[in-house]
């Protein structure tokens, strides 16, 4: 949470499609650069000192070969999965990457990610318009973490020489795997985070979902490695199951997308009324209070007549941040549509949630917009109040109380809180604006 009084300065979100390096440039620029070059030397060490036999020469052939096909089928599902994802998506490479780190030696496992690499910026990221640099830095750090994650499999298996191989093969894996990931995702997440500023930890590291899908591709990599040590061709039974897992992850984000309101990231209206009838039902078996508020951005249209679409839009997109920051991990948030926001807030009181509401509204005052136009635009939020069941025991009632407080709060000079004075036989009293702790509801 914030600090209360603390300025908001609230900046655009930085665009992973087009954005290119925005903020601090030399440290973005000397951070991909020495990643570049500690692959480079990783990989020219490999390579001098590459001495393959021709089963490990089939063997890489085979990965090539299978990898190579997988792409071409699942191509329209890349496609489509970077297109709802942009430029962070789950590709399945990991897959491939982890048979070559348990099967192929250091070079030829760096030939044939290079390889893999090339035919993936051919095929599919170029057309996409992604920068060729930043290819070469993904390149760089799977690179390097590759190296690191077969260091770890020689090593553990060394220290646990004593041991029973049905304990040390698991432990030698899985902390192979999980070195792969820590290595690979700490480098990327590096550069943009220099790249964007601070943003929400997901943005760097992927949701847990994201992390999931990656971790269940390289335990399949390393199912594809003990079938192909012992037959080459056995690497063609990893196609199906990591199309499958394609397919899943694109099933998967379809869904989320589909609830999301495409511009704030918020739940959508009809995603949020769902959450909301549930919560509800819980409530009323569990006899908890719920709490909804709606919050509406005041004089908008003036933001957008006086500052442009696009600063509006930032207005938008600065109060759904702040949202996210000032409620709870399971307090559902949604956009209603144009500068309405709602949230639902589980086992919270009339007085609770008048406390958080107060709390919003006073942060709301302390964002600044990035504008040319000055001075910038003041923002502030009306807010109306309802709790389950003193204010309604459906959600259609909850939301008219609410949407009932939220026109009083309007109409008595906006920028307040206004708690809901609709009782459950619906009879209006008089609603009460509050700015101090909160008074008795009736």
Not at 48 to 74: D, K
Not at 359 to 388: K, M, W, Y
Not at 423 to 430: F, L, N, P, T, Y
Request: charged share 20%.
């Amino acid at each position: 949470m914030k600090r209360a009084g603390a300025t908001r300065k609230w900046l655009p979100r930085a665009s992973t499609q087009n954005s290119g390096i925005r903020n601090n440039s030399g440290s973005v620029i000397a951070l991909v650069v020495g990643v570049d070059l500690i692959a480079l030397t990783l990989a020219v060490m490999s390579w001098a000192s590459m001495r393959p036999t021709s089963l490990e020469l089939l063997r890489f052939l085979s990965f090539l070969v299978f990898a190579f096909l997988f792409e071409e089928i699942g191509r329209s599902a890349a496609r489509l999965l970077h297109r709802v994802r942009g430029a962070r998506f789950i590709d399945m490479t990991s897959v491939w990457m982890m048979a070559a780190i348990v099967v192929l030696s250091p070079g030829l496992a760096l030939i044939f990610l290079v390889a893999f690499r090339l035919y993936l910026w051919f095929r599919q990221l170029k057309s996409a318009g992604l920068p060729a640099y930043r290819q070469i830095y993904t390149c760089a750090s799977v690179a390097i973490a590759l190296v690191l994650a077969q260091s770890t499999l020689e090593f553990i298996p060394r220290v646990l020489d004593y041991a029973p191989r049905f304990i040390v093969l698991p432990i030698a894996f899985g902390t192979t795997i999980l070195v792969f990931m820590f290595v690979n995702t700490a480098l990327v997440a590096a550069a943009i985070r220099l790249a964007v500023g601070s943003q929400p930890i997901g943005t760097f590291v992927g949701t847990i979902e994201d992390n999931l899908i990656e971790l269940a591709t390289l335990c399949l990599g390393a199912l594809v490695a003990f079938a192909a040590l012992r037959e080459p061709t056995l690497v063609a039974l990893g196609v199906p199951l990591t199309i499958v897992l394609q397919r899943a992850a694109l099933v998967r984000q379809l869904e989320d997308d589909a609830s999301m309101d495409p511009k704030t990231g918020l739940l959508n209206a009809p995603t949020w009324h769902r959450i909301g009838v549930r919560e509800l039902a819980r409530a009323e078996r569990e006899r908890e209070p719920v709490a909804v508020l709606l919050l509406d951005l005041d004089h908008f249209k003036a933001v957008n007549d006086g500052y442009g679409h696009l600063v509006g839009d930032q207005a938008i997109l600065a109060i759904a941040d702040l949202l996210r920051d000032e409620l709870r991990d399971y307090d559902s948030v949604g956009r209603f549509g144009g500068e309405e926001f709602v949230a639902l807030l589980p086992r919270a009181t009339a007085h609770e949630a008048f406390v958080v509401a107060e709390r919003i509204r006073q942060e709301v005052r302390n964002i600044q917009l990035d504008t040319e136009h000055l001075p910038a635009p003041t923002l502030s939020l009306s807010i109306g109040l309802a709790c389950f069941p003193d204010h309604g025991v459906t959600m259609d009632e909850l939301l008219q109380a609410a949407d009932t407080a939220l026109y009083r709060a309007k109409n008595s000079g906006r920028n307040k809180v206004v708690v809901s004075s609709i009782g459950e036989s619906g009879d209006e009293r008089v609603g009460r604006h509050v700015t101090g702790p909160m008074p008795p509801l009736f």
